[in-house]
């Protein structure tokens, strides 16, 4: 039975392609501005923006899909996520200027200003510590805002910490940490439930581990 898979663009599209053709499933490497490709065997892969994956999984556009544990956080469409994947990882960490010695113990503003493209998480982060903020929406350029004046704090996905570096930025805390998850639509897990399952096992191999 043929599956459709959706997987991100971006910084989890390469190695979802590495994982995808090492257990068989022939997707370009450069699909360029494809937006699909079918192999022989008849899986048809979609390659969409990483936010849109829960969309076309919950709605049956896709099978299963391919997704960052951070999109899930903020996401409000519902997808049964099954696996850890174990590829992609980063952190959610606040961030503020090193200038500002946070890191280091120092007093925080009364009230804060948070820059961050993930309102959820960093909403109920503070929350748990009873610390009264503004979530300023941003969605490209987050480590500028503190630079700036824009905001005391950001909250932002890092993997080497190097943009942090270059923007004389330091992490405060760490909040969480995201990795690839395999997502599925509970509907089609049922009607389908031998051929993902299949996949599955062939995408992360510790579940076959005794």
């Not at 409000?76 to 994947?85: A, I, N």
């Not at 987050?142 to 993997?159: C, K, N, Q, T």
């Not at 389908?192 to 062939?202: F, G, N, V």
Request: proline share 5%; glycine share 6%; charged share 25%.
């Amino acid at each position: 039975m043929s599956l459709t898979i959706a997987i991100p663009k971006g910084l989890l599209f390469e190695p979802s392609v590495d994982r995808l053709r090492a257990v068989g499933i022939d997707v370009p490497a450069n699909p360029g501005r494809k937006l699909e490709s079918v192999d022989a065997a008849g899986t048809r892969v979609l390659f969409v923006r990483p936010a849109d994956v829960p969309a076309y999984v919950e709605f049956g556009a896709a099978d299963c899909g391919i997704v960052g544990a951070d999109v899930l956080w903020e996401t409000e469409h519902h997808v049964c996520e099954l696996s850890d994947l174990r590829f992609g990882a980063c952190r959610l960490v606040v961030a503020a200027r090193r200038s500002d010695r946070y890191h280091e113990g120092a007093q925080l503003p009364t009230f804060l200003r948070v820059a961050t493209k993930f309102a959820k998480r960093a909403e109920a982060y503070f929350a748990e510590r009873d610390l009264p903020v503004q979530i300023i929406a941003l969605h490209g350029a987050v480590e500028l805002s503190p630079v700036v004046g824009l905001a005391d704090l950001i909250v932002d996905l890092v993997a080497t910490g190097k943009t942090l570096e270059e923007n004389d930025l330091v992490v405060v805390d760490e909040i969480a940490s995201s990795t690839a998850r395999f997502v599925v639509n509970e509907v089609r897990f049922r009607a389908k439930y031998a051929a993902i399952m299949a996949l599955l096992e062939r995408l992360d191999p510790a579940l076959t581990k005794p």
